[in-house]
């Protein structure tokens, strides 16, 4: 899991716009509040965060972070 997406449940206000544009499907409501059921298929596209108008959705970008001298010598891999 690249990605850990997570609700602030006092923010949110069950309004559902982030199941609508979430094309993973990682959120789904619980007890009038969205909740990140399928986590693992969080792609962190953050568009749950774009329409989120509580700022209630978080995404926890876990991949590993490459130093500059890595990504400039592996730029040409890459």
């Known amino acids: 899991?690249?990605?850990?997406?997570?609700?602030?449940?006092?923010?949110?206000?069950?309004?559902?716009d982030c199941i609508e544009a979430c094309t993973a499907e990682v959120f789904e409501m619980r007890d009038g509040k969205a909740f990140?059921?399928?986590?693992?298929?969080?792609?962190?596209?953050?568009?749950?965060?774009?329409v989120c108008r509580e700022a209630a959705i978080k995404v926890e970008d876990t991949r590993v972070q490459l130093s500059p001298t890595c990504e400039a010598l592996l730029k040409n891999i890459l």
């Open 1 to 16: 899991m690249s990605f850990i997406p997570s609700v602030d449940k006092q923010k949110c206000n069950g309004c559902e």
């Open 36 to 50: 990140p059921a399928n986590a693992d298929a969080c792609q962190g596209c953050e568009s749950c965060i774009e």
